[in-house]
């Protein structure tokens, strides 16, 4: 079975068919779904969706986009929200130069707060990490995040990069834009790490892969990004499934 390590099925554009397009995607092939949060309601309504769907796990975090309107209660009410069973990591959490929602000091210090908050849960994190590859790293490595661990979700940095997240005990995690013609960097990164650090993603409904790519994008396509890190590694559909399921169900202790 699939593994989709990162969804938004929270998101609005799933307000209209979410139950049955999660549906889908498990009769599909998707025997798992981790919905990763943005800020608390967002975290409210991952923690239902996986009340809802035994197979849809939650990971609880405020995105960098988000953090200008975090404070310390936010922290205490994640950690509340983390006893719950299906929460699986914290996430997604990190940085963001791309867009700059949020000034770049105060997104790296509710970074290092929530990464401080999953090493007191013994819980993994989740890391957003857009134009921010230094300022990510160092505070992985300052941070001492390698205890917990966790995942560069959608990565977009260098094989380098990809190297050092390997030896501080990250996974890395691609998605549709691994299937996207232009994706040269994407393609290396995947021939260079080890395949029991791969993990497949949708980020639904964003960065649907082709041949849907324009389309809302949902868990059922995350077939697609497997199919293509077979091609690029020579083994069968498969093998990549089984592998990156199983690699995904021991980073978030899914038994």
């Known amino acids: 079975m699939l593994f989709d390590t990162h969804a938004h099925y929270d998101d609005s554009k799933f307000d209209k068919d979410r139950s049955e397009i999660i549906q889908k995607a498990f009769e599909s092939g998707v025997g798992y779904i981790l919905n990763a949060s943005c800020n608390i309601s967002s975290a409210v309504e991952s923690i239902s969706l996986s009340q809802q769907f035994e197979f849809v796990y939650a990971a609880i975090g405020v995105h960098p986009h988000n953090v200008e309107g975090m404070n310390e209660n936010t922290i205490v009410t994640l950690g509340d929200f983390a006893q719950n069973t299906k929460v699986k990591a914290i996430g997604e959490i990190g940085l963001d130069y791309y ?26 994190i989740i890391v957003h990490n ?92 995350v077939r697609f990004v497997a199919e293509k890190v077979a091609e690029i590694r020579g083994m069968t559909f498969d093998e990549v499934v089984e592998a990156t399921t199983l690699n995904a169900k021991t980073l978030f202790k899914i038994h």
């Open 99 to 124: 867009y700059h929602f949020a000034p770049k000091e105060q997104q790296k210090s509710w970074f290092i707060r929530q990464i401080g908050l999953a090493r007191n849960l013994r819980l993994p």
């Open 130 to 221: 857009r134009d921010a590859h230094e300022d990510s790293l160092k505070i992985i490595k300052n941070e001492n995040a390698k205890e917990v661990g966790g995942v560069f979700h959608c990565f977009s940095g260098s094989v380098e990069m990809a190297r050092e997240l390997l030896n501080n005990n990250f996974y890395i995690s691609v998605g549709g834009a691994l299937t996207f013609k232009n994706a040269v960097k994407a393609v290396e990164v995947v021939k260079a790490v080890p395949m029991d650090r791969l993990l497949i993603e949708t980020d639904c409904p964003y960065l649907t892969p082709e041949p849907h790519r324009g389309k809302r994008n949902d868990s059922s396509y």
